[in-house]
């Protein structure tokens, strides 16, 4: 695949059309989409043909291709085959690319969580899509085995020392030594860190490496399966050698856009920083002695020395910045300038060197190098282009650090995509079940009408077995909560044990301390000798998490089970697929608000509808989590009087005719289920083994 360096593209100058021309005319061009959905389902039988995915594809192509349209969003409801609809743009696009114009096409896929990463993996196999798909997660997921490597090889050598029948007779005496697997870690801390390529090559890991055999083949592929979080990194990298600009960007979960790149381009600016740059030149001056040439000719050694003193004379300068709270964002961004240049010179003693100091420093200086610092440090350029729109800059002295920090933020969520984002794409496919109002949506991405076309896709689910109850149990709200919230978790005991004991659901907590809350309740009513209201509820029915892990041990657990469980949490909202029985009720118990803190303030005043359209899209989010297939059935129960003001925006899915009110007016006694379960026996065994934590991703 062609790349290389990362370049960037004008949100608003779009020059495709004019760089590459062809003789077909729009009718021949028609004609070759329809070709190329053709081909793809040709190929690929397992796939089923549906009206959606046909009409979905075929319109944003012909939008992209015979209309010049630059950017396409599609509205289509959960269940509606967004990730098919995604493989098989991937394929259509570069086809006709290929046939119109002659050049061979790429494309990303994006997606949010790794939920839906690994939805599209399993897809990928049982489609034998080959070697045109390829999936990339995080380097956090993939193992470093050297250790592992390293005692496989000791003990093979030790064995081939001992041999044949010593060994045999050795292995009779005691078992094998096997090399421990607990010695695996994650590829962000890998061995090799700061090593050059040679270095590198000459390990015996290294040809079966995950993160190095899963980017080759992802950057090699038509289509590459990315996180938006791998994405905006590498794309908006300085230097890229891996992942270039594709023809086609499909963006999945595509609502989500604003808040991901918001939250990664939030910058932590730390004294911790410029404390390392500090300690990295002691160590130099301390591991070398004086007199020692450090360049490798007069010149270079007079010029590294006197970078030297200039750095270290410096450094401790800027601390002042961080022990008084009113600094500027000019002053900080003289920091940041200082920080990234100290850096640079620092890495840049690795060249140029003598053999002596090369030997001392040279690993030391890669590695601090290749190090990350503990948060996204900006580049200076971030931050001018940010004090140039100074309406948009939230700022705030952290009191919580222990070095002293700024958290600095753009509230302008347009900007940021437009120059994270939508810059890094060509042709760009947005899909999600809640865009809201697409027209409005085009708008928050600051993308010019011109060069947008939106759809809204109705369901084609049978949602009249799926009704939203709106139970109007009390207003969780801040000032009303206390008041409320027993009535509104007696309610959502109520649904559970006595009007669906025998089915397995979903609540959604909002929180953890409501999740907390609901907990303590079930215990109280457990244990409570007048257990009239609730006899016979048992707590190990319910699964409640803390971590990511947890949650995911869970959720697995609720797939596998023949039992009627309940997965409990405040983060169930987006990518969780409980198809069928895996799910028949779904409770919100309070509206999914963002908390409110400093910079939701600002933001609020700075995009006065950001805040209810969040809340919103969460809300349609977890009401989708529950029907997943045209013949799915689930009933969505709203606990908190306050979906009243929101119910009536909220949009797609057939909302508005599935609402009813339904007051739930928990009686006084209950009588026990008739059927008990032992929760018990089946509980989850959440210690995780290294085999679970890599999976599929171990080369043994
Ligand atoms: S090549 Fe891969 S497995 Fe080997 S040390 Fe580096 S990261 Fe670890």
Redesign the pocket.
Known sequence: MEDSATTTMNPDAFTFFDENETDMTDAQKIECIKESIRSFLKEYPMIRATDTLVLVVFQALKNMLVDKIRFVAVEAPTGSGKSVIGYCMAYCFNYCLHTIYGMDGSSYLLTSSKMLQKQIQEDFKRFSFGEDYAMLKGTANYP???MYFEQLAAERSKQKLLGAAASAFASSQQSTVKPDKSTITS?DK???IGWDADR?NS?A??PT?Q??VKRKAASDAMCANLNYSYFLTVLNASMNPYFAMRNLTIADEAHLIPDIVCNMFSFEISAATARRVGKVLREIRDTNSKDLMWGSDADRDVEMHLQFSRLITEVDEWDTLFLRRNTTLPELIDYVRWCSDAKKTIVSWNKNVTPEFKLKMGGFIGKFGEEETDAPFPKPVELEELASRPNDVFMKYDESSKYGKYIVRDLQERELVRNKFLSKTQFCLFLSATLGNTDQYGELLGIRPDQYKSYRMEPTFDYSTSPIYQCNCGWLTYKNFSDNIDNCLDAVLYICHVLHPDEKGIIHTSTFSNAELLKEKIFDYMYKSDNGKFPGIQASRFRFYRTPQEKDACVKELKQSQLPLVIVGPSLYEGLDLKYDEGRFNILLKVPYPGIDDYVRAKMERIPFWYERVTIEKTIQAIGRTNRAVDDRSTTYLIDSTFSKIAPKMLGSKIQERLERKYLEVPQTNSKPKKMYSFEAQNTNQNTSVDDLWGDDLPF
């Open positions: 470093c085995t050297y590829y890998r061995y090799c590198k390990l890991c290294f490496c993160y190095i």
